[in-house]
């Protein structure tokens, strides 16, 4: 009889930094498709009314997609305490003269 096959653990922190990651590469995705979406209003007979909403919605939308991609960039630019910090100083910019 074979043993079953072994769960894969992921530590909580390593995880939701991935999934965070993940969230920080679709966003501009989500973003282009919700700015496409007041082109799927049918023009009726109060177009000027349908311009001003799609105005109000994509700005909207911009200004949400900024919001979370602030608060996206808070807690990714954390240091990940899975990585071990690099001791050889190759990515410090300051330097003594």
């Known amino acids: ?5 072994a769960t894969v653990f992921l530590e909580r922190r390593s995880y939701r930094r991935r999934r965070l990651t ?3 590469r679709m966003l501009p995705l989500v973003g282009a498709l919700l700015f496409l979406v007041p082109l799927l ?3 009726g007979d109060d177009s000027a009314a349908r311009t001003a909403a799609g105005g109000v919605f994509i700005f909207a939308v911009w200004g949400a997609l900024i919001v979370i991609a602030g ?3 808070r807690h ?3 240091p990940d305490p899975d990585r071990a910090p690099d001791g050889d100083g190759a990515g410090d ?3 003594g003269a």
């Open 71 to 73: 608060a996206l960039s």
């Open 93 to 95: 910019t300051e330097r």
């Open 41 to 43: 209003w049918a023009g």
């Open 1 to 5: 009889m074979s043993r079953p096959p």
């Open 76 to 78: 990714l630019i954390r």
């Open 22 to 24: 993940d969230a920080a």
